[in-house]
């Protein structure tokens, strides 16, 4: 019998890492300690998340970086192989896989998958993106797709289908023609691992709604973040099923208040690496809907921060009262960025970590 996978266990608010497969992170920045991205480093971050307890380790799926002093982001990790190494060096954690829909055939992704899964006993994960970036698509000679959902439904639909099948599979689609598919093993959870789809804007919620396990997205303040999660309970209703959502933030945890705004500051605005900011906020304010309208002109110093997530900056308390705030518009998870995963983590997890549990998030 393989675990529960974590992201279907008790706890009420789910915590992991998102992006240490790449460089920088989340963040572009041009400190001397920012993320390099080092296979060792993945390796130490994803061991002390699986210690503390953290239910995943999910990666971004990029293929080009941002230019700048760094060209941040350039170096990253590809994400089947990366979580199949790490299956083998962790023990609870969940560890997801990001790919670009267009980008892989739906059956190399079944079995990447299933390998993942079994290496890791069930704790496999898929984060479904359909990308933004024309230049990253221009890379690989393939044109961004209007109807990116439409084909992220017949892609996920194959996955299932040869899974669930011990005939070979012929399937005649819009986007993929197979004649006799059979992928073995089929991945130890059923019908497929847990998956979530990265999306912002209605297509990709009613894709998520209509197929997944869960929705990843942004907002711009705790505040009003619930709206998201109530748009997309409506969804999933109309659609017959439930869908949780998760969503990201980017984190300076220290012992006072003026020391965690004093780096963000230096960080995310005195030492941000200025030309790739520009670069990834044109992009994606072009290209991209994964974010509220105005957050590309009000919060510059987010994107440098990371990535135009929520920032969660100060003291244990705070961060602890801002994460169940986030769990009380009933977000299911957070994703968390630092700018050194392997110098910071330690610190929010001895001291964060048991706030949430007092107060009952967490066990
Ligand atoms: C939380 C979150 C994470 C994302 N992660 C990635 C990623 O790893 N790689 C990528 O190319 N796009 C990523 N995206 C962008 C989406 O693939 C998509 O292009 C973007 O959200 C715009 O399309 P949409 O309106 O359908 O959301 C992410 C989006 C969100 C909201």
Sequence with gaps: MIKQHPLKGSNRLKLGVFSANADGGLAITDVPERWT??????LTAAQIADRAGLEFFLPIARWRGFGGKNRVREWSFET?????????????IGLFMTVHVPLLHPLYAAKSLATVDHISQGRAGLNIVCGWNPKEFGMFGVPLVEKGYDQAAEWLDIVERVYASDEPVDFNGSYYAL???????ASLQTPRPVTMNA??????????????DYLFTTFTEISDAGKHVADIGERSAKQGR????YTVCHVVCRETQAEAEDYYTRYAVTMADHAAVDDHMAGK???????????????RQRFAGGAGS???IGTPDKIAEEMIAIAEQGYAGIALSFVNYTQELPYFCDRVLPILKKAGYRG
């Design 80 to 92: 089947f192989t990366w979580a199949a190494a790490l299956a083998a060096a962790t023990e609870q």
């Design 199 to 212: 999306a912002f804007g209605g297509p990709g919620r009613d894709f998520a709604a209509g197929h997944c």
């Design 285 to 299: 304010k072009e290209f991209s809907q994964s974010h509220d309208r105005d957050a590309y002109d009000r919060y």
């Design 310 to 312: 929520y920032p969660l």
């Design 179 to 185: 004649k006799g598919a059979v992928s073995r093993p």
């Design 242 to 245: 439930e869908v949780g959502v």
């Design 37 to 42: 991205a080092s296979w060792q480093d993945n």
